[in-house]
Structures are given as C-alpha cells and as structure tokens.
C-alpha cells in the first residue's frame, strides 16, 4: 500500500480527526502535513482553544507520518509543549516530521502553526513499530 491509502483508510476509520476537521495537506512516509479550523466547541472556559485540541491534532499527524511508512505504529510517548494561546476560527497547520526509524520504533516531531505562521506547540512522539504490515 502507498502513504496515502495507508493514511486514506486510517482517516476513513478514525471519526475522531474526522470530527476535528483534519484536512490533509501533504502525506508520505514518515512526513505529514495537516490543517484545521478551531470551532467553537474546541474553546475553553477562558476562551482558548482547549489544550487537548492541539494535543489531539498532532497526535494524528504522528499517527499518519508513522504509519505511512508500511507497518502499524502505535504510540509509546508523547509529550507537548504550548508556546502562545489558540483562539477560535485559528487555522492550524502541524508538520509531522520523522527524526529517526529503526525496526521497532520512531521517533517524530510536530510543529503547531497558526494562520500567521506562528508557532503555537511543539509534539514530540515515540511509537512502537509492530511487526504487522497494512494491507487494503
């Protein structure tokens, strides 16, 4: 299977980065790009875009950038750092990109940009690389 009917059929499963909004940009091994809009209902009670939205976006690029190289991944780690405040109607990108690869795991980072190409979180991920192929 390519990157993209890998992450097609993921996508096609996965009605959680369906609900946030998650259009993909660019998708090949190891590498992603994705965008979305924060809705209202992604806005905290201090009127910021819940700490979970953003956490949840990059976890799907991880998601799609690991298993876009041919074998199921699954996450291990990961931690976010959040470097200015995400306001409704923010347009956020998040580049997933592939830092290392070895047979049973990877290691990934995704930036968190907004509309005015300001970083807005830094996702760092490890996943765990089973030993299962995709296949349609």
Excluded: P
Excluded at 60 to 80: D, K, M, T
């Amino acid at each position: 299977m390519t990157a993209e009917q890998i992450v097609t059929k993921m996508f096609d499963d996965d009605a959680f980065s369906r609900w946030l909004g998650i259009e993909r940009v660019l998708i090949e091994e190891g590498h992603c790009i994705l965008k979305m809009k924060v809705r209202k209902e992604m806005v905290n009670g201090l009127g910021t875009a819940h700490g979970g939205i953003a956490f949840s976006f990059a976890d799907s690029a991880l998601a799609f950038a690991s298993n876009a190289s041919g074998r199921v991944s699954v996450a291990l780690e990961c931690s976010i750092s959040f470097s200015i405040a995400v306001k409704e109607n923010d347009i956020l990108t998040c580049e997933a990109r592939e830092l290392s690869l070895t047979n049973k795991t990877g290691t990934y980072l995704m930036e968190v940009t907004n509309q005015e190409n300001e970083k807005v979180a830094f996702f760092k991920g490890t996943v765990y690389r089973t030993s299962k192929e995709w296949k349609i």
